[in-house]
C-alpha cells in the first residue's frame, strides 16, 4: 500500500514540477526574439480590445526604436531569458528528489508570491497598464497553483520515505 502511495505522488510531484520547467524554459526562449514575437501579436491579437492593440503597438515601437538606437539595451532581455533557462535547470533537482530538494519547491512558491509587489511596483512607476500588471500576477497564480500542492505532495512523500 505504501508503495502505491508513493508512486503515485513521485507521478503527481513529477507532473507540476514539469510543467514548472516547460513553462520556465518557454518563458526563457521566447524573450530573445522580443521584436518579431510583438509583430506577431499585432498582426494576430489573441484578444480583440482596443486598450490590448494600443499597448503592443506602443511596445512594438519602442522595441524598434530600441533595437535600432540602442541595441546593447536588449542585451538585459537577453539576461532575462536565461535566468528563466537557468530557473528551468534548478527545477530538475526535485524532479530527480523531491524529499531532498524541497527547497527549490520553496524557493519556487516564494518567487511566485514576490512577482505580485514587483509587477504593482514597478509596473506602476514604469507605466505599465493595469490590465498587463494583471497578466504578469497570472505568472504568479499559475505557479503556486502547481508547486503548492506540490510541496503538498513532497511533504507526504516525505513521510513515506
Not at 50 to 62: E, G, H, R, T
Amino acid at each position: 500500500m505504501n508503495y502505491q502511495l508513493q508512486h503515485k505522488l513521485q507521478r503527481r510531484i513529477r507532473l507540476y514540477i514539469w510543467v514548472v520547467i516547460v513553462g520556465l524554459f518557454l518563458s526563457g526562449v521566447t524573450a530573445f526574439p522580443i521584436e518579431t514575437e510583438v509583430a506577431i501579436l499585432i498582426n494576430h491579437p489573441p484578444i480583440q480590445s482596443p486598450a490590448m492593440a494600443a499597448w503592443l503597438n506602443k511596445v512594438y515601437q519602442a522595441v524598434c526604436t530600441t533595437n535600432i538606437t540602442y541595441p546593447f539595451l536588449g542585451y538585459g532581455t537577453d539576461w532575462l531569458a536565461f535566468a528563466h533557462l537557468m530557473l528551468a535547470v534548478l527545477f530538475i533537482g526535485p524532479l530527480n528528489n523531491p524529499v531532498k530538494n524541497i527547497w527549490v519547491i520553496e524557493f519556487g512558491l516564494i518567487a511566485s508570491v514576490a512577482i505580485f509587489p514587483l509587477a504593482f511596483i514597478a509596473g506602476g512607476i514604469r507605466g505599465i497598464p493595469f490590465f498587463w500588471t494583471m497578466i504578469d500576477c497570472s505568472f504568479g497564480i499559475i505557479t503556486i497553483a502547481l508547486l503548492l500542492p506540490c510541496y503538498n505532495n513532497i511533504k507526504k512523500l516525505g513521510g513515506l520515505v
